[in-house]
């Protein structure tokens, strides 16, 4: 190796050992449940800093604790109204609770829920509520792994309860609410909405239906279509309940906080291990996949590959042969995964 390249070496070593520091100290102050580590690692994580992959393996063992309820259903259902009640009857049960939202478009923590604007300026300043918001624009089907590892985050910081709400009833929501334990679909007595969750496919994930503004004319033939769906979907188990509430007046809640409380004691009760096994695979391959995917990328931006990488800029190469050519020979794909910057390749 070059003196050049060994000095350049050294110095990289030197700044990796104070980001490590600097990281140590992070993740130090997150154990001692400082908010704004919390905050911190979170940014990092949704930024996808390189550190991102061994932050979450550092906290891993600390997860497993909080129950995770995605809030999904149409645009304006009343999810973050629903949420905000949520949050002062769990704060009023003891529990400490973190929300994420993804693309919010109502508020949660600015008071501007109706006459809660007292309320909600008390759960800002409480310790035992965290809310963060996750823009999905741009994200480029990173949103969902941005959204796991951020409730990993929130779990290992100790939350009892972790609510993720989406809006909308498309492929995103659905992906993100297979992070959830539980999954509240939010309807409301329109015309026709009821007929969007069951076409988006809500109903299936659903663990608990709330038709909400029950104030409204219909409510009742919602529930009534809802229950049927229910009835029609086959197999014992869980029956998903479908509630009636009014999230702007408070009422009904407590019966959406109890059935959220039944669904996570009936998980406990009936583990599903081949489940489990099944999830846990589908992790380790998204988390394997992406993880290639960014070394690979930072690896290319840092000069790896060199040989290829010149052909393929030069339009020498087409890239399917170039990527055929690195996986088939051992060294090029273990010098492009493990040491990208070091240029080895053919140099
Ligand atoms: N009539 C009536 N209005 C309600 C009720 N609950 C919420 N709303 C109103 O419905 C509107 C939408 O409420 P949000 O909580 O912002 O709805 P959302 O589902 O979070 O909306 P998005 O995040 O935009 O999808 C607000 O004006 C609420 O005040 C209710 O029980 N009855
Ligand atoms: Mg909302």
Redesign the pocket.
């Known amino acids: 190796m070059p003196v050049e390249s060994r000095h350049h070496l050294a110095e990289t070593g030197a700044a990796a050992n104070a980001k490590d520091a600097r990281l140590d100290a992070m993740l130090q102050r997150f154990d001692a449940g400082e908010m704004r580590a919390l905050a911190q690692l979170i940014t990092m994580v949704e930024n996808r800093a390189p550190e991102s992959s061994a932050i979450i393996e550092r906290i891993y063992a600390k997860t497993g604790h909080a129950q995770v309820v995605g809030i999904t ?10 949420v905000n009640r949520l949050i002062a009857k769990y704060r009023a049960l003891g529990k400490k609770i973190a929300i994420l939202a993804i693309d ?3 508020p949660f923590s600015g008071g501007a ?2 006459g809660d604007r007292v309320r909600m300026t008390d759960h800002y300043k409480d310790n035992g509520v965290y809310i963060r918001s996750l823009a999905s624009r741009g994200s480029h089907g990173g949103l969902s792994r941005a959204a796991r590892e951020i409730v990993k985050l929130l779990d290992a910081y100790g939350s009892d309860v972790i609510i993720i ?1 989406t ?2 009833v498309g492929q995103t929501e659905l992906s993100i609410m297979d992070l959830a334990d539980t999954t509240v679909v ?1 309807t409301v007595p329109e015309a026709g909405d009821g007929v969007q969750v069951m076409k988006a496919g809500l109903n299936e994930i659903a663990d608990v239906f709330v038709v ?5 004319e219909g409510a009742d033939r919602v529930k009534a279509e809802l229950e049927l769906s229910v009835h029609l979907r086959s197999g014992e188990g869980w029956r998903a309940p479908v509630l009636l ?5 408070d ?1 009904g809640v407590d019966a959406v906080v109890d059935a959220i409380a039944k669904h996570g004691e009936y998980l406990r009760a009936h583990v599903d291990a081949a489940r489990e096994s099944e999830r846990r695979t589908r992790e380790f391959v998204e988390v394997l996949s992406a993880e290639l995917e960014e070394r690979a990328a930072r690896a290319v931006a840092d000069g790896g590959a060199p040989g290829v990488l010149g052909e393929v800029r030069a339009g020498k190469l087409n890239p399917y042969s170039a990527a055929r050519r690195i996986l088939e020979d051992r060294k090029s794909l273990i010098d492009l995964i493990h040491n990208g910057s070091s240029k080895t390749e053919s140099d």
């Not at 259903?73 to 629903?82: C, M, Y």
């Open positions: 259903g149409p645009p304006g259902a009343g999810k973050s109204t629903l919010p478009s109502s829920v109706l709400e809006v909308g939010v909400n503004k029950a104030d409204r509430t009014q999230a702007a007046v009422r």
